[in-house]
C-alpha cells in the first residue's frame, strides 16, 4: 500500500504562486507514476500533470502547460506541484496520485492511490 499527503494548498490572488507538496510512504515502485490531478466544484476530476518516480518524465495539461511545473525528491519520497501565474480558473481541490504503472500517466483510472486532496483558491 501507498500513502499520500498532500500539502501546500491555500488563498492567493490571481498572478500569485503557490506550492504544493505531495509526501508518500508505503510500498512505491521505482518506476511507477505519480501525478496531480484537480477537480473543482461541480466538475469531474481532471488530468493536471505526472512525473516517472525515477525516470523524471513530466506531462502536462495544456491548461498549466508554462505556468506549472512538477518535480521530485526521491531522497524524500516527496512529489512537488510549483503553481505560477494562477488563475481563478485553477480553483479547486488538487489531488497527488500514485501508479502501480510505469510511465507518464494521464487518466484517472491509471492511478491506484489517492491523497486526501488540498484546496487551492485563486482569487481575482
Known amino acids: 500500500q501507498v500513502q499520500l499527503v498532500e500539502s501546500g494548498g491555500g488563498v492567493v490572488q490571481a498572478g500569485g504562486s503557490l506550492r504544493l507538496s505531495c509526501a508518500a510512504s508505503?510500498?512505491?515502485?521505482?518506476?511507477?507514476?505519480i501525478g496531480w490531478f484537480r477537480q473543482a466544484p461541480g466538475k469531474e476530476r481532471e488530468f493536471v500533470a505526472t512525473?516517472?518516480?525515477?525516470?523524471?518524465?513530466?506531462y502536462y495539461a495544456d491548461s498549466v502547460k508554462g505556468r506549472f511545473t512538477i518535480s521530485r525528491d526521491n531522497a524524500k519520497n516527496a512529489v512537488y506541484l510549483q503553481m505560477n501565474s494562477l488563475k481563478p480558473e485553477d480553483t479547486a481541490i488538487y489531488y497527488c496520485?500514485?501508479?502501480?504503472?510505469?510511465?507518464?500517466?494521464?487518466?484517472?483510472?491509471?492511478?491506484?492511490?489517492w491523497g486526501q486532496g488540498t484546496q487551492v483558491t485563486v482569487s481575482s
Open positions: 512525473i516517472t518516480w525515477s525516470g523524471g518524465s513530466t
Open positions: 496520485a500514485g501508479s502501480t504503472l510505469a510511465g507518464a500517466l494521464r487518466s484517472r483510472t491509471q492511478y491506484d492511490y
Open positions: 508505503g510500498r512505491i515502485f521505482s518506476s511507477a507514476g
